[in-house]
């Protein structure tokens, strides 16, 4: 079946640093991607959103590439900060139902 | 609270026996999702309730795991006969009808023994 997946699973980045979170889909159908944040014991949490028909979105210190030629979407955090640190996962979905999700990332930021 | 609630938190029981877990969506939000993250992994879909639509099923892996939806909005998840595969954190979610995002609890962490 078609699933979203990640390059990295690990990526650590010094304090300051902007931080670059790379998604491959496969599914050409999904519609809306999405971005979120899981710290250890809590459910994800929504960064940020994008739908198929946009290239880039920009949210506070968070902005999400989507390059649908390729299939690749990415999180890109600015000035990473040590509350930063946790595991992105990003998700993909067709006609507003439920989301396919990739394995994640752990981002840890050094300090 | 203003967020998805969902209980226990944590819940230890033995293999064979019977558990279910309970999920409270935002108000006012009709659509509720039920998922699995098995420990290092992402979340894997198990079953979605819209409104009074007939709930998509599609994604629970045996016929022990049972969900109800009473009133159009608190949720229970029933794993019957739990077997130790089923050790994994439950997480739910709700969104309005027909949108995104999907606004997560904290989840209920299963250990069977």
């Known amino acids: 079946g078609e699933s979203v997946g990640l390059h990295l699973p690990t990526l650590s980045v010094q304090e300051g640093d902007n931080s670059i979170i790379n998604c491959a889909y496969s599914?050409?159908?999904?519609?809306?991607f999405i971005w979120y944040k899981q710290e250890s014991g809590k459910g994800p949490q929504f960064i940020i959103d994008?739908?198929?028909?946009?290239d880039k979105r920009q949210g506070q210190r968070v902005t999400v590439l989507l390059n649908k030629t390729v299939k690749h979407l990415s999180l890109q955090i600015a000035a990473t900060q040590p509350g930063d640190s946790a595991v992105y996962f990003c998700?993909?979905?067709?006609?507003?139902?439920?989301?396919?999700f990739g394995s994640g990332t752990q981002l840890t930021v050094l300090p | 609270g203003a967020g998805v609630s969902q209980s226990p938190s944590n819940k230890v029981t033995e293999k064979g026996k019977d558990v279910e877990l309970r999920c409270d969506p935002i108000?006012?939000?009709?659509?509720l999702y039920w998922y699995r993250q098995s420990l290092g992994q992402g979340l894997e879909f198990l079953i979605y309730?819209?409104?009074?639509?007939?709930?998509?099923k599609s994604g629970l892996p045996s016929d022990r795991f049972s969900a109800e939806r009473t009133g159009g909005s608190v949720s229970t998840l029933t794993i019957q006969r739990t077997q130790q595969e089923d050790s994994a954190v439950y997480l739910c979610?709700?969104?309005?009808?027909?949108?995104?995002?999907?606004?997560f609890g904290d989840g209920t962490r299963l250990s069977i023994l």
């Open positions: 979610a709700s969104s309005l009808e027909g949108q995104q995002p999907q606004h």
């Open positions: 108000s006012g939000h009709t659509a």
């Open positions: 599914n050409s159908a999904s519609d809306y």
């Open positions: 309730f819209q409104g009074n639509s007939a709930p998509d």
């Open positions: 998700a993909e979905n067709i006609y507003t139902r439920q989301l396919t």
């Open positions: 994008i739908r198929s028909n946009m």
